[in-house]
């Protein structure tokens, strides 16, 4: 599914917010209720899987009549075989898709629950359409309570200054843009070029930004452990091995530096003996 395979891209994204991740995972299941519902889309697909598999020269309706080839009943059950209901290749397809995205939905619609029922405090205040009114007093507390115990966050506790604060923050978007905001990331990038006099809301806003998405990009960080402390370097040290395992996953990062003028600020650190 190209659908699927595009969210999971887009959510794997490091710049996406959990809101506008949950609001991106809502669209996506209803699209795939329309596939669900509709039959001629199936049909087009399936038709577009039987064109694909030519161009591999695979045969998928003479492969379908090898494994799914019609069984008539015995005479002396019923006589008039003839009649039996046509078992074709969309039908059975169609089955089968309908199968997999029943439960795609109901998995999505789950796991969407569950996010939104853990950031509803600020669900609730970022919402679109941005207004006043999503910015109760209630839903500061609340979202304020997300702060891990030992950080900066959880120690603010003049809750009336940060509904202010997210008032002018609110109406100075909706100022600059005519039109409705149409992601956090603008209302995060106001935020950041106002920072300096409405700090509590930037904090506010930088919570929302902070909760990754997914962990795929954690999850691969240990997958890489495997490759780099191999048997070659079964006695590397903690500090080299967490300096391989950081250029390892910052990778993207890696490719833009400019080795040359790494190399010369090196060089210029302490007189050495040798020109380099």
Not at 103 to 130: A, V, W
Request: net charge neutral; aromatic share 6%.
């Amino acid at each position: 599914m190209y659908k699927i395979k595009i969210l999971t891209e887009t959510l794997e994204t490091q710049n996406l917010s959990l809101l506008d991740a949950a609001h991106l995972i809502n669209t996506s299941i209803k699209s795939l209720e329309d596939i669900n519902s509709d039959a001629n889309s199936m049909d087009n697909l399936i038709e577009s899987a039987s064109l694909f598999a030519k161009t591999l020269e695979v045969d998928s309706m003479a492969d379908f009549k090898t494994h799914h080839r019609t069984r008539k009943a015995p005479n002396w059950l019923d006589s008039n075989t003839n009649n039996q209901a046509e078992f074709t290749m969309q039908l059975f397809y169609r089955k089968e898709f309908k199968s997999v995205l029943d439960t795609l939905i109901n998995l999505s619609k789950d796991n969407l629950k569950k996010c939104i029922h853990t950031i509803k405090p600020l669900f609730d205040i970022f919402k679109q359409p941005l207004t006043i009114s999503n910015i109760s007093l209630q839903n500061i507390q609340d979202s304020f309570l997300l702060f891990p115990p030992e950080s900066s966050g959880s120690k603010i506790s003049d809750f009336d200054a940060v509904q202010s604060e997210c008032e002018v923050l609110f109406r100075m978007c909706n100022k600059d843009n005519s039109n409705t905001i149409k992601s956090l990331n603008e209302v995060m990038q106001k935020s950041e070029t106002v920072k300096n006099i409405l700090p509590l809301s930037n904090i506010l806003c930088r919570l929302a930004f902070t909760a990754p998405v997914t962990v795929a990009s954690n999850e691969r960080t240990f997958s890489k452990l495997k490759l780099i402390k191999n048997y070659l370097r079964s006695t590397t040290c903690e500090e080299r091995l967490n300096s391989l395992m950081i250029l390892n996953a910052e990778k993207d990062v890696l490719d833009n530096l400019n080795l040359a003028l790494i190399s010369e600020h090196w060089a210029t650190l302490k007189q050495r003996r040798i020109r380099i």
